[in-house]
């Protein structure tokens, strides 16, 4: 197993959400290619539903651990955190379809390649000892966001650059 060293940030610190977008509650631990992040389901949180929180939400909470483990790297390095997009989801697999409120769940979020700009991180959502689902998502994070959005023909927003 490997060791995970414990976090000294707020989770606000490591991702570019701000409230009320941002949907995991803490890191667990963490080392260079792995964290274990954990959320409670909240009736007030985004995307809650009278029947409690919607299952595909489970990749949401695994892509924002993975931005937290970005974001850790970032810092350890001195560099800020910087937005990253999803580019892909594969073999996404839930065995719920409706998280309870109340539920505690932790995100396990792997780095299995790291080319960059492009990461793969291999993700698992747990409740209790009974894995809810898994996903591997595949993200970009532009080392120049500005340039990018220019070469695209987007001007860019001031709060993302």
């Known amino acids: 197993m490997t060791t995970l060293k414990p976090c000294p940030y707020p989770v606000t610190h490591l991702v570019p959400q701000a409230p009320p977008m941002v949907l995991i509650d803490e890191i667990l631990g963490w080392n260079q290619d792995q964290v274990v992040t954990a959320l409670t389901v909240r009736r007030d949180a985004v ?16 892509a924002q651990s993975c931005a937290a483990l970005v974001g850790l790297r970032a810092i350890e390095e001195q560099q800020p955190v910087r937005i990253g997009f999803i580019l892909g989801t594969r073999d996404f697999v839930s065995s719920v379809s409706w998280y309870d409120f109340g539920d505690r769940l932790t995100v396990t979020a792997t780095c299995t390649y790291n080319g960059g700009e492009m990461a793969q991180f291999d993700c698992r959502l747990d409740r209790e000892q009974q894995t809810c689902a898994t996903a591997r ?23 993302l650059t």
């Open 137 to 159: 998502l595949t993200v970009f994070q532009p080392n120049d966001l500005a340039g990018m959005l220019k070469s695209q023909g987007v001007a860019a927003v001031s709060a």
């Open 47 to 62: 995307f809650a539903q009278d029947a409690g929180m919607p299952g595909h939400i489970a990749l949401e909470w695994m």
